[in-house]
């Protein structure tokens, strides 16, 4: 990779296609990161996501996927706050990042269950506004991987907390993310997303670096698609999704050109692509495509 070009990551819901089974799915979810790490991607992150056939446990997913690759960082991006304890979290993390040295992120993101969904969690807080609740559980994650407020409640020792991050789509999130020196990922694939240049602007003048090195890390994720590879035209699963967009469809060397236009417009440190296409193949020979463009730089 020349300098200056930012790295380029994945972020994949492991979507369910219900054609194939949860096992198939989940070995194509596997094949994926290591066919990122082949490549040069710079990482993975799972999503959560609780509506349609998607998976649900970030951390689980992303557990197993760095057990089946040696180099590529591998996350979570994000997981909901709202549906854990922030204790919960902080003792999942801590461990993969001791067990994993500087390959776990951690990314959270808000979440906001519904009456039905909040019973099954047994959750009977009452009715804090949803941000200010995703505020107050983020604040104690970190406090609790940094400087272990509480001697009697702590998270599992690891010899360096994880790169967190905040997934989120306006200037509160990324308000958020600059206060507690996080990285921010502005999430352009979901509907009613704000602007980038706003929220990204909001971030990096809230940015309060949480240790001496620290410094601002921005991110764009976006939904890509290839509409010909190999011949074939492209179907995109997210087309009738009411949450996600697709941001680009594009051949893969006009998509490629595209994505290093978007970096240099918004001074990105990583890109994360949701690939939309509907073909595990089809995701597969893109990430190729644009991998072998962005090394050539």
């Not at 380029?8 to 819901?13: E, K, M, P, Q």
């Not at 992303?62 to 591998?74: E, K, M, Q, V």
């Not at 995109?236 to 417009?265: I, Y």
Request: aromatic share 8%.
């Amino acid at each position: 990779m020349n300098p200056g070009i930012p790295s380029i990551g994945l972020l994949d819901f492991c979507l369910d296609d219900e054609v194939n089974t949860h096992q198939d799915q989940l070995k194509a979810a596997l094949y994926t990161a290591q066919h990122a790490e082949e490549h040069g991607c710079c990482s993975i992150w799972y999503g959560e996501h609780h509506q349609g056939a998607y998976q649900a446990s970030p951390l689980v997913m992303a557990s197993i996927a760095l057990g089946h690759t040696s180099t590529i960082s591998i996350g979570t991006g994000g997981i909901l706050a709202s549906y854990y304890s922030p204790l919960e979290i902080a003792n999942a993390a801590a461990l993969l990042s001791c067990a994993y040295p500087d390959r776990f992120e951690l990314g959270l993101a808000r979440g906001n269950p519904e009456a039905t969904r909040k019973s099954l969690l047994w959750d009977k807080r009452i009715g804090e506004p949803a941000a200010e609740d995703f505020a107050q559980r983020v604040r104690a994650i970190q406090a609790l991987l940094l400087t272990q407020p509480e001697p009697t409640v702590r998270s599992v020792p690891a010899s360096a907390p994880p790169q967190m991050w905040l997934l989120g789509m306006n200037s509160l999130s990324a308000t958020l993310a600059g206060e507690l020196g996080a990285g921010y990922c502005h999430a352009a694939f979901l509907r009613g997303s704000s602007s980038p240049t706003h929220a990204l602007q909001v971030y990096r003048q809230h940015f309060q670096a949480c240790h001496p090195a620290a410094s601002p890390i921005a991110a764009l994720a976006l939904a890509v698609s290839s509409d010909r590879q190999n011949g074939k035209a492209c179907i995109n699963r997210f087309q009738h999704n009411p949450f996600f967009t697709a941001n680009m469809t594009l051949p893969p060397a006009a998509l490629a050109e595209e994505l290093a236009a978007t970096a240099a417009t918004y001074q990105l440190d990583r890109l994360v692509l949701l690939q939309a296409e509907s073909s595990y193949m089809h995701r597969i020979a893109t990430v190729e495509a644009i991998m072998e463009i962005w090394r050539k730089g």
